[in-house]
């Protein structure tokens, strides 16, 4: 294959692996938008389609920042675009499936809308694959940028209109924390807030420290900055963000961890805090004692366990056994009884037996998760695992996928059971998409409410009593 790198500045893998012992800088100036950008966009669209997790949602809320700060405006439909990005996931081989279906239906729009600048942006473009295929398959897309190149969307989009050849930026570095970008959030009462970027635990399944770089946590004035700015404009819920959030500050502080933001965001005044993701790992005594002793920080912790067996979870390089876990999971429903917890979990990793998986179902029994995000185990190139004999047939997978989702279904209606005729507190966040009729949000559980009430009191958190208990949701009335 054509050796690109000389053209442009394409990612590597390898150099994405690296941490080093820089330090981590912190930059406030790095925005710009080019003189003759500025305006640019008035009376023209942009459309971004978004993959992925949270951390891909934020950055699409940036994304939407810069462009209107150029001038353009939101489309509703991507037919009306004259800037459309993709910005994309790379955890799993389905993810990368669903962004190449989507970019080949895209071909077709480029060719009825010619000057339409397509950009690819997000996880995927930090793969080296996912570059070279994009690079020889789809001339079509115009402009390509990576996880560690948002704040370059104006200069990159500049070459994008004058240049005819594709533009590639994609930086592999360990990276640095990017401040003072714009942005267009995607909900009005609820917000995400990045606290770090990055991973360094290197699960040998997950392409994620790759394509996201050296964990490096914001400045707790940063954040706090940016909590107190929401609550004055009157969001009601924050979700901090990490992909570790138990390693907040452990890069630029000594004596300043994640339990101790946890206990100034709280500070702040907002009703609701929540955070995403917390390792099993490292999950400190002290984080446990702020949820329990915070009124606003939300009894719902999400709490990945990935397999319930201690050979696996050491395969997979979870720093943690079965028993850790159950420990610590005991220990969280002791000190904060009504919490729920949540989890995700990976079947069919290499080398898994059959008593391996049932490892799985017995923890799965045990704790009794509220919800589950379950997975098939996905090679991804680069990492450790990959290179791991994948010696489980795709039947086999299926069924322990299956088995497992359906004690998954099943626990999650016993769980709610317990709403039946009960008063809850519930962030209404506006008519449900299915019936007008019917409002629509989330009790501190993290519980979806469907229910009769005043439309007035979009925005507020109310009292609803619960009529009616799904699997998936509880439907209710607001009651006063
Ligand atoms: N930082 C978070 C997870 C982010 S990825 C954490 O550590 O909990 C979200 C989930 O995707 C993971 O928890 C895992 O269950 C799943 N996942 C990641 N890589 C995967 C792969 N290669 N195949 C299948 N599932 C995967
Ligand atoms: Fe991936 Fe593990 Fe990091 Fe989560 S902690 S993002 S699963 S490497
Ligand atoms: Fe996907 Fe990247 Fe998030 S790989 S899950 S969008 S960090």
Redesign the pocket.
């Known amino acids: 294959m054509k050796d690109y790198s000389e053209y442009f500045k394409a990612p590597s893998l390898k150099e994405a692996r690296h941490r080093g012992k820089d330090d981590i800088h912190h930059i406030d100036d790095a925005y710009e938008i080019p003189a003759d950008m500025v305006g640019i966009g008035k009376g023209q669209k942009y459309y971004i389609q978004t993959y992925g ?1 949270q951390a891909n949602e934020r950055d699409s809320e940036t994304l939407a920042g810069i462009l209107e700060s150029m001038g353009y405006e939101e489309a509703t439909d991507i037919k009306e675009a004259q800037v459309v990005l993709l910005n994309t996931c790379a ?2 081989e389905n993810a990368e499936e669903k962004v190449f279906g989507k970019i080949g239906y895209l071909k077709n729009l480029k060719r009825t809308h010619p000057d339409l600048i397509f950009g690819v942006c997000g996880c995927m473009t930090q793969e080296e694959v996912v570059v070279k295929k994009i690079l020889e398959k789809y001339p079509q897309i115009d402009l390509i940028f990576g996880t560690h190149n948002i704040h370059r969307l104006p200069v990159l989009l500049k070459q994008a209109m004058l240049e005819k050849e594709m533009v590639l930026e994609v930086w592999s570095k360990e990276g640095d924390v990017i401040e003072n970008l714009p942005s267009h959030r995607a909900h009005r009462y609820k917000a995400w807030v990045n606290i770090m970027y990055g ?1 360094d ?1 290197f ?1 040998t ?4 420290p790759y394509t996201r770089g050296k964990e490096r946590s914001r400045l707790k004035e940063e954040i706090l900055e940016e909590v107190n700015e929401l609550v004055q404009q009157g969001y009601k819920e924050i979700t901090l963000l990490g ?2 959030v138990n390693s907040y500050g452990h890069d630029i502080y000594d004596d300043y961890n994640f339990a101790s933001l946890l206990h100034d965001v709280s500070l702040t005044g907002i009703d609701r805090i929540r955070f995403t ?1 917390s ?1 099993p790992w490292e999950f400190s005594d002290d984080m446990i004692e702020a949820i329990a002793t915070h009124d606003n920080i939300m009894p719902a912790i999400h709490l ?1 366990v ?1 397999s319930g067996n201690t050979e696996i979870l050491k395969k997979m390089g979870r720093r943690y056994t079965r028993e850790d876990y159950l420990t610590l999971f005991d220990k969280i429903k002791v000190r904060i009884p009504d919490c729920t917890i949540t989890t ?3 079947v069919g990793f290499p080398g898994e037996t059959d008593e391996q998986f049932e490892d799985t179902m017995s923890l799965y029994e045990h704790c009794s998760y509220d919800l589950a ?1 379950t ?4 090679p ?1 190139d680069g990492t450790p695992a990959a290179k791991m004999k994948d010696d489980i047939d795709k039947h086999t997978k299926e069924q322990r996928l299956y088995r497992l989702n359906d004690l998954v279904t099943e626990k999650a209606y016993q769980n709610n059971l317990i709403y039946q005729d009960q008063i809850v507190e519930v962030l209404v966040e506006g008519t449900s998409k299915r019936d007008d009729t019917m409002l629509t949000g989330y009790t501190k559980h993290q519980k979806l409410v469907n229910f009769k009430g005043n439309n007035d009191h979009i925005g507020q958190i109310v009292k609803v009593k619960i009529t009616e208990v799904k699997t998936w949701a509880l439907k209710g009335e607001e009651v006063e």
């Open positions: 997790c955890i799993r991973c635990k699960c399944y997950c392409i994620v992909q570790n993701t390792h990945p990935q995700d979990i990976i995000y997975f098939i185990y996905s991804r």
